[in-house]
């Protein structure tokens, strides 16, 4: 079984960056889709960007221009490179990706914007 593994969550100032990782166990070489998901609390987790397996992007309206999402193959990781965070994107962030229809989740990794 494949884990995938978030990294790079921290606590940062509005405006600032963050990078985040999904590192997958081991090599994957075709996979449907991957998904960034976050979720706040008290809040249901939330769909903020996808890329398909033909590298096709999907974002969310409220992050857009902002996020970005890409893949490494030969590092079996995906990142989320997010610019100019508000105080909203404040969430834990998860990693997924669905492989032959079969969905695989990371543990999260926590964001914290300061107002």
């Known amino acids: 079984q494949v884990q995938l593994v978030e990294s790079g969550g921290d606590a940062v100032q509005a405006g600032g960056s963050l990078r985040l990782s999904c590192a997958a166990s081991?090599?994957?070489?075709?996979?449907?889709?991957a998904n960034w998901y976050r979720q706040a609390p008290g809040q249901q987790r939330e769909l903020v960007a996808q890329?398909?397996?033909?590298?096709?992007?999907y974002y969310k309206d409220s992050v857009k221009g902002r996020f970005t999402i890409s893949r490494v193959t030969a590092k079996n990781t995906i990142y989320l490179q997010m610019n100019n965070l508000k105080y909203e994107d404040t969430a834990v962030y998860y990693c997924?990706?669905?492989?032959?229809?079969?969905?695989?989740w990371g543990r999260g990794t926590q964001v914290i914007v300061g107002s």
């Open positions: 081991r090599s994957i070489p075709s996979i449907d889709e």
């Open positions: 890329i398909t397996g033909s590298g096709n992007t």
């Open positions: 997924n990706v669905v492989v032959d229809y079969n969905s695989l």
